[in-house]
């Protein structure tokens, strides 16, 4: 039996193996092995979410078809916490607040967010969203800390860094979704064409958006890699997206790692050109997230569904290739990315100049896959480690866990019988080092160049 056949509404049905799930040998076998007490009330709300945040059998069913069983109940589990939705749920699940504000930067990286407004998946779940374009990551931190915005496009570390009192007052905050992967890029100033070799690269000047941001982290990466202390021999600095271009068309900066529409806009005015992808560093690595303050989603667990449901539907959407160029009309006007269609359809289809007179093909320049990988939130714990941000000692496990809501999800398989596959947490490798989750300190200590160990 498929892993959400029982949120589906139909009635249980015999199988060949002699059970409703057709895992145990007899239906008394499969009722014998039902949790009971507190994990039964627990199995039965998330039944409940799941047919709560998808009424329509039909809608669930295609939900489920397109991004997959695993990821959707890991996702709709440790987005909606169960101890703060079974009554909601046990209700018509009206949403407590119909008029939103949700605040982004304008950047690809925000594609499903920014979609769901124009594209009508907002209106769909009964909500008036407003998409508020941001001037920069330390003003959608603190608009969403102020709560003049209700839920964000953040960078995926932000949450993990305001959790934890890094650069602000220490607020839980929560990653129900991841918005993208890949979709980033090193962008280098033309003069510096012949100049590929990152050994030479001392005294040069790059801009990074924020931080507390993947951008940081994996251009700190890259140089040390290839020798370059980033604190020492070059300088970062803090730019927002939206004045990347015009820094480096100034000459203050030599180069940038961006989102792809950033790097784009830099070839299209020919200014830049594209040195690396960010894939071509770490393969499928994280990049923005949709974030809500913990105690919003207590407070408003029907709001906080309706709009789970908004930003999965998109996020589902944007990864067809086949919509691609819907999306990029959609948004690239003023009020959204505000750039020339032309550069939104290049990152977003993975067909794209890369400034040095070549047409080059990557469907997977940008993907939209929504599910909080544990492991992402470790690995960028280790780089905030590594370099001086995080002091003292730090439970990787466990705050990750707290803010990448992915932990229930092996729980809920095994209750349906299935063998849970390695969804919350995985390896990965970054620039062929291979990153082992369950060992971080020994991770940080592989390094050669860092702040702290």
């Not at 792809?260 to 299209?268: K, P």
Request: charged share 20%.
């Amino acid at each position: 039996m498929a892993l959400f056949d029982k949120y589906s509404g139909s009635r249980p049905r015999m199988s060949r193996h002699g059970c409703s799930c057709g895992v145990h040998t007899s239906q008394a076998e499969h009722e014998a092995a039902l949790p009971t007490g507190d994990a039964a009330v627990r199995r039965i709300v998330e039944a409940s979410m799941m047919r709560a945040v998808f009424p329509r059998e039909a809608e669930r069913r295609a939900f489920l078809r397109s991004v997959g069983a695993a990821t959707a109940a890991a996702a709709i589990s440790q987005f909606l916490p169960t101890r703060f939705v079974a009554e909601a749920f046990a209700n018509a699940g009206k949403p407590e607040k119909t008029d939103l504000k949700v605040g982004f930067i304008p950047i690809t990286c925000a594609t499903p967010i920014i979609m769901a407004k124009p594209m009508g998946f907002y209106e769909k779940q009964g909500l008036n969203v407003d998409v508020v374009k941001t001037a920069g990551w330390a003003v959608i931190r603190d608009k969403t800390l102020n709560k003049e915005y209700d839920a964000a496009h953040m960078l995926a570390p932000m949450p993990i860094a305001i959790s934890l009192g890094l650069g602000s007052a220490a607020v839980p905050f929560a990653v129900p979704a991841i918005e993208n992967v890949n979709g980033q890029a090193i962008c280098l100033a033309m003069k510096h064409r012949d100049n590929r070799d990152p050994k030479n690269w001392k005294g040069m000047k790059f801009a990074i958006p924020f931080d507390y941001s993947n951008h940081n982290y994996l251009l700190r990466y890259y140089l040390a890699e290839h020798g370059i202390d980033p604190d020492a021999d070059v300088q970062l600095r803090s730019v927002p997206p939206p004045d990347m271009v015009a820094n480096l068309r100034a000459d203050n900066i030599d180069g940038f790692l961006a989102p792809d529409n950033v790097v784009q806009r830099a070839v299209y005015d020919g200014v830049g050109f594209i040195h690396i992808l960010s894939k071509e560093i770490w393969d499928g690595h994280p990049c923005c997230a949709f974030s809500i303050a913990q105690d919003t989603i207590e407070q408003m667990p029907n709001t906080t569904a309706a709009l789970l449901r908004a930003i999965m539907e998109a996020t589902a959407h944007a990864s067809k290739p086949e919509n691609r160029k819907d999306i990029a009309a959609a948004i690239a006007p003023a009020n959204y990315l505000n750039q020339p269609q032309t550069v939104i359809e290049q990152v977003l289809t993975g067909t794209y100049a890369d400034g040095l007179g070549g047409v080059k093909k990557d469907p997977k320049r940008v993907a939209f896959d929504p599910f909080p990988y544990e492991s992402f939130a470790v690995w960028t714990m280790t780089q905030m480690k590594r370099w001086g941000q995080i002091k003292g000692d730090v439970d990787y496990k466990a705050v990750a866990q707290q803010v990448y809501r992915a932990t229930d999800a092996a729980k809920l398989m095994k209750q349906a019988g299935l063998t849970p596959p390695e969804t919350t947490t995985k390896t990965f490798v970054v620039m062929g080092k291979t990153f082992d989750p369950a060992k971080p300190k020994e991770y940080i200590d592989s390094f050669k160049i860092k702040r702290a160990g």
